[in-house]
């Protein structure tokens, strides 16, 4: 989605391209309507100062706490909006979503032919830990001893880190909770740079003096994990997440009930689409600004309401589940969509 330069090196040698769209349908309608909005009348999303943005990919209008928060940098959003471009010119996009999931944005994308042929995961993805973690081995044991459905699972995705100030509030938020979890931290890079998290050589330089004798009970911290085998695990019954694109599919595949705490790029469109259109998720802070601090107060609060019973929505959450599932199968909405790609490649010459 982001190769679009690509598209000159088809309009050389004459062929057609196609666009693979690894977020939401929601989002790629949210990124064509700013784009259009701005080609036609001029509007500037990075001075939009209303409440909220109706989008036709969306059931209700978007709040203005849920843009992408680049989105206020005039660069990147003139980079978005060439890349826009690119995609209306495409003979088609292949969205990795689900038409059952998204059905209000795969119906409202006309200025090309959407093919939604998601789920597309990788479910059998998994490397051990590095660094001074719970190894992978030792956290599945861990899981296989705990009841069913009884674990917060948390994790915030390959960029997904926190400070040290930050990281005492989730620690005492999930010790005052009393609840099982396991969670997923890991450094941050330096300030200033674009390098990415790592493992921490011993969690307990960044944790409450005391936090991983006191929970070692109910809990581990461990570095780099193998998300789904262990949203896969029958013990894991709620999984805070970053709520990027994958994610969230991997968390629905599994039936895993999810807190939303998106931290950059869509991940608030995602969290809105979640809690606000699906009504499959909760919140621990839906509205997050990068550098402020969730308290202790609102993570216990966030993973108490994860774990408790709601039975209206873990029926809609079971219902995507299942749909997403059967979308894959042959006759399903996905399936088909992968074949009538294929035969509209063959019958314009593009394979």
Same mark, same amino acid.
């Given at each position: 989605?982001?190769? *679009?330069?690509?598209? /000159? ?12 769209? *690894?977020?939401?349908?929601? /989002? ?6 700013? @784009? @259009? ?6 509007? !500037? ?32 959003? @003139? ?64 899981? /296989?001893? @705990? ?25 005492? &938020? ?15 890079? #330096?300030?200033?740079?674009?390098? &990415?998290? *790592? /493992? ?7 944790? #409450?003096?005391?936090?991983? !004798?006191?929970?070692? &009970? ?29 994610? *969230? ?12 705490? #998106?931290?950059?790029?869509?991940? =608030? ?15 621990? =802070? ?23 019973? !709601? ?6 959450? =079971? ?33």
């Amino acid at each position: 989605m982001f190769c *679009t330069s690509m598209a /000159d090196v088809a309009g050389e040698f004459g062929v057609p391209y196609y666009i693979f769209f *690894t977020s939401a349908a929601s /989002d790629l309608g949210f990124i064509s309507h700013i @784009q @259009q909005l701005h080609d036609e009348s001029g509007f !500037d999303v990075a001075e939009f100062e209303g409440n909220e943005l109706a989008v036709p990919s969306w059931a209700r209008p978007i709040p203005r706490w849920a843009f992408p928060p680049n989105i206020v940098n005039k660069e990147w959003l @003139q980079l978005l909006y060439r890349i826009a471009r690119v995609f209306r010119r495409a003979r088609g996009i292949l969205v990795n979503t689900v038409r059952e999931l998204e059905s209000c944005a795969v119906d409202s994308l006309s200025f090309t032919k959407v093919h939604p042929v998601g789920p597309i995961l990788n479910l059998k993805a998994g490397a051990a830990a590095a660094g001074g973690g719970v190894p992978e081995e030792e956290a599945i044991e861990w899981l /296989d001893r @705990q009841p069913e459905s009884s674990v917060v699972f948390l994790c915030f995705g390959s960029m997904g880190a926190f400070r040290e100030e930050q990281v005492l509030e989730i620690a005492n &938020g999930l010790e005052a909770s009393g609840l099982r979890f396991l969670w997923v931290l890991r450094r941050p890079g #330096p300030e200033g740079t674009r390098a &990415g998290p *790592t /493992d921490y050589q011993d969690v307990r330089e960044v944790l #409450p003096k005391g936090f991983v !004798d006191r929970t070692a &009970g109910v809990g581990r911290v461990m570095g780099w994990a193998p998300q789904t085998i262990i949203l896969a695990h029958k013990a894991v019954g709620g999984f805070v997440s970053h709520c990027g694109w994958n994610s *969230t599919l991997e968390s629905l595949w599994f039936g895993v009930p999810m807190a939303t705490w #998106p931290m950059y790029a869509e991940q =608030k469109l995602n969290a809105f689409l979640l809690v606000h259109e699906l009504e499959i998720a909760t919140e621990i =802070k839906i509205d997050y600004r990068n550098g402020e601090i969730v308290t202790a107060e609102e993570v216990e609060r966030g993973v108490r309401r994860l774990m408790e019973r !709601d039975c209206s929505r873990e029926e809609r959450l =079971k219902k995507f589940s299942d749909c997403i599932k059967k979308a894959l199968m042959d006759g399903g909405s996905s399936s088909a969509s992968i074949a009538e790609f294929i035969e509209g490649c063959k019958s314009s010459g593009g394979m």
